[in-house]
């Protein structure tokens, strides 16, 4: 049922491996929770876990009824991924201003680290710490953070080609 990757991947940090197994095994149409558990052999529990989690995203859709006898009310859901890709793209735009946002912060800030990695500190903690590491006391140097700061613009424009 779910063949895209992308959507795959949203899903699945989503809901988790085992809702992203309930998604692709569930049936089409209307169905009470039960039923779906029933369907793709997994946990009840799960599958309502997947099922709210899915509604919380627009992704699913429930109507009740009520049993004119015990008076109960029965959840008959729908997973519905007409609003995924909408999702995606509100998805990719928090990363993107995520990611905005870290590159704004590692160009304005200069940072030092020692050489045994034990921490990274930005230039007024190193400065009272002597620039000697808290951890193991070697010296903190001079990190240059050109790369990363490159990375993360190239992750903001492919982002922005493939969402904008």
């Not at 009310?73 to 729908?78: A, D, G």
Request: charged content about 35%; aromatic content about 10%; some cysteine.
């Amino acid at each position: 049922m779910v063949r895209d990757i992308a959507v795959k991947g949203y899903l699945r940090n989503l809901v988790g491996d085992e809702g992203l197994e309930i998604v692709e095994k569930v049936p089409l149409g209307e169905l009470t929770d039960e039923k779906i558990a029933e369907e793709t052999g997994a946990n009840l529990n799960t599958v309502r876990r997947t099922l709210y989690v899915l509604y919380e995203n627009r992704l699913a859709r429930y109507r009740r009824e009520r049993d004119r006898d015990s008076g109960w009310l029965t959840y008959i859901w729908k997973v519905d991924f007409n609003d995924v890709e909408r999702n995606l793209d509100e998805e990719a735009k928090k990363l993107i201003n995520r990611l905005e946002a870290r590159a704004g912060f590692e160009l304005h800030n200069v940072s030092y680290i020692c050489e045994n990695r034990c921490g990274r500190y930005l230039f007024d903690m190193a400065s009272d710490y002597g620039f000697l590491c808290p951890v193991c006391n070697m010296s903190l140097d001079h990190q240059d953070n050109s790369v990363l700061v490159d990375t993360i613009e190239r992750k903001i424009s492919e982002l922005r080609a493939a969402f904008e």
